[in-house]
């Protein structure tokens, strides 16, 4: 009995450890984040605004949480209804309600509201941040399509029913607003554009109907869908493409002429309707001269959705890496908990650093756009540098955002893969999504080559950085990147690996460094131990020296609260 009697304290013990850290993690996430509350005061500077915050972050943990997790279920994610009960076609995307009540929360901060006043893009992303750390949640990716749109309907001045379907995407709310997507995918091809096959004409009264179809469709039943089509047939590669808006309902109240083929069954992602689609002639609206179509696309509507992006997945490693360490502090082996073991403490400080380095580079990106947006800055230069912070931010932190998900998982062993345990494995299956969407690593890398040769992208990135005074990181790459341009076509499309890292890399932590100089001022260290341990590892010649100094690093950042 004695054996018996033991056997159950410890497992009592054990239980209440882990009732401590459930607790724990269902705390504010806004007002447990004393890095992030830095950078909103710092960067917004809005006592309202971080009121606002505080009550939203309250919202994310204990009531949108629970509701992703509960529509994650399989059976519960969403299904195609081709017709309803008379055989009538409707094709409709079914929902469980766990959905629309997860959807009311995120579109009820007023985030599109947020972002389509000009200068207000990291206002609204900072929403984003926190709404992210449920996952992708199955409206992230919406809200980051729907941004998009508005941007173009904001610089398309002759646009049909322009003020109603602003109204209707920025209400803050899932169940009376619309929702908007973007289809440019087909079977042949997702990054190479180009090949798009939809084609774009017009009939007899005038009006621009699309043909064709489309492969990876998210959001198959959003209200307007941005799409490309060739409307030139005899116009090959991106220059006979436009860009057209596909309402899903037309004024007469008709349901537009587009079917579903099924719903994809992805890795991640899961409560996001994603369709292959086909459009048989389906009223369209284009945005803008349909010469333009690649160009705006690009510029708004791709540009716009790397940022997202980016917010998203490092939002997704920020709610990972609190869980890992708030399981580290309560969950004990061999006597003690297990963040008292040197290699725990140096997973979760490598985590905290380089994801508070990715925070730092987005938020200063982000204010730049806005103050682009606002006029503050202008010109081609400013906006070639702000498309390259965007590239460079969507590659690092989608790469970043996987690992760390993947090495916090780690932290919870075993307990890290069931997926009614935490969040994490969900986290970490939305977060390798978005690291293969709206342009994978080398369609990235190849972008930024193509604009270090064309536009010398490069030199504008370096004197920017040379604006805050030397630095030795920086001079180092300037260095490289002058051997670089003396390489071959097929060198330098190798090389560009290393120098879109280094750009990365150099860009993240001298912003993290003007945030810990900020910070400093302020009485606090805490991003001053991360930016020395993220130079110590990436910028440090003796990066792979393990001493008492780099174990006393580790340790001081995972002793925060």
Known sequence: MKVIEETKQGNAQGRQDLAEWEKEIGENLYLNDEDFQHSVSMYLGDQRLENELVEFAERVAKDLDPLVQENHQAQNLPRIEHYDGVGQTTERVVHHPSYAAAGDIIYGSRIMERMAKPGGLLEALTFMFLSSQAGEAGHNCPVACSAGIIRVLQKVEDFPQKDFFMKKLIEPSYRDNFTGAQFVTEVQGGSDVGSNAAEAYKDAQGRWLIQGEKWFCSNADADLILMTARFNPSVSGTKGLGLFCVPAVLETGERNHYTMRRLKEKLGTKTLATAEMDFHGAHAIPMGSPENGFKVLMENVLHISRIFNAFCVVGMGRRAFHIALSYAKHRKAFGKPIINYPLVQENLARIKSENTALMASIFAATKLQDDFDVGKIEGDEAKLLLRLLANLNKYLTALWAVEHIHHSLDVLAGNGTIESFSSIPRLL?????????????????????????????????????????????????????????????????????????????????????????????????????????????????????????????????????
């Not at 606090?524 to 110590?536: A, G, Q």
Request: charged share 30%; hydrophobic share 35%.
């Open 429 to 561: 299956d939305d977060s390798i999504i978005c690291e293969n969407w709206e342009g994978t690593h080398n369609v990235l890398r190849m972008q930024i080559l193509r604009d270090i040769l064309r536009y010398e992208i490069d030199k504008i990135f370096i004197n920017h950085l040379l604006e805050e005074g030397k630095n030795p990181n920086v001079d180092r790459l300037k260095r490289e990147l002058e051997a670089f341009r003396s390489s071959g076509p097929e060198l330098q499309s190798l090389q560009i690996k290393s120098i879109v890292h280094q750009m990365a890399l150099i860009y993240a932590s001298l912003q993290l460094q003007t945030e810990s100089q900020h910070q400093l001022k302020m009485g606090n260290d805490s991003k001053k131990r991360c930016l020395d341990l993220f130079l110590r590892i990436h910028m440090d010649e003796n990066s792979g020296d393990i001493d008492r100094e780099y174990l006393n690093m580790v340790g001081a950042i995972v002793s925060l609260p």
